[in-house]
């Protein structure tokens, strides 16, 4: 992590939301390792200051179900650097309950950040994006948007991730005039803290999910960024997709 960045040879500026680790903060650094500036967001400050440090990066704490505090850090965003060219919607969080043991607070807090708070991220960044007629937006979905999980079950994170695909359908149709491009990537099982501590706790589990995928073979998080860094910076005609990188799952 400690690596000596690359001098700054892109213009673009990025945010990423939910960067402090895991796949967001592979995909700020993969975005920095193109040049590009980043601006990393999550609500750890400890993990975010870090990452950014790391990175040669800025960070900015935002809670993504706080509408308010999402649209005031679009504005700084676009006070300190003039622009903002590209928003990754990573910020999401899960959780595991059968359907019948859902509550209406985990139903409304699984909705609030990874589908309300993603939506609220497009429109206020996406505001400027629209004003500048220039802009990529990605957002993260999953497999889960497209099966039903198992063997563990999250219904509410399902119908999210299902939404934020949709979203980027939507907003893809509805600014593709105005020259922002909305995408979605939707990772498979991939290495990260939260993964390698099921990992440790419910080996079997792991065995299952690992059987799973044709490639016999978790992804990692950086694969799952030089993904999301095609989408954003070069995919130059592609909008309203959404790109499945799950080593084969869906496929089957």
């Not at 993504?64 to 965003?77: C, G, H, I, L």
């Not at 006070?79 to 060219?85: A, K, L, Y």
């Not at 359908?169 to 909305?182: D, K, M, N, P």
């Amino acid at each position: 992590m400690s690596e000596p960045q690359p001098q700054r040879s892109d213009r673009r500026v990025a945010v990423v939301t939910g960067a402090g680790q895991g796949i967001g903060y592979a995909i700020a650094a993969a975005l920095a390792a193109r040049g590009v500036q980043v601006v990393l967001t999550d609500r750890n400050a400890g993990t975010g200051e870090a990452a950014a440090k790391e990175l040669g990066g800025v960070f900015l704490p935002l809670d993504v179900a706080d509408p308010a505090a999402v649209a005031a850090t679009a504005d700084e965003v676009v006070r300190r650097f003039g622009q903002v060219d590209v928003l990754v919607n990573n910020a999401g969080i899960a959780h595991e309950n059968d359907a019948l043991e859902v509550t209406d607070e985990i139903w409304n807090r699984v909705l609030a950040v990874d589908l309300t708070g993603t939506f609220v991220a497009c429109r206020e960044f996406g505001r400027h994006m629209v004003g500048r007629r220039s802009g990529s937006i990605v957002n993260i979905s999953s497999i889960a948007a497209f099966i039903g999980s198992n063997p563990e079950y999250h219904v509410a994170y399902d119908v999210a991730k299902a939404g934020v695909s949709q979203l980027a359908r939507s907003l893809a149709v509805e600014w593709a005039r105005h020259g922002v491009r909305v995408n979605a990537v939707a990772p498979g099982r991939t290495r990260t803290p939260i993964l390698d501590t099921v990992g440790m706790d419910d080996p079997e589990r792991m065995t299952q999910w690992i059987g799973q995928i044709p490639m016999g073979r978790l992804l990692e998080a950086d694969e799952i960024a030089a993904a999301v860094v095609f989408v954003a910076l070069d995919g130059s005609a592609m909008t309203g997709q959404t790109l499945l990188v799950d080593g084969g799952q869906i496929a089957q």
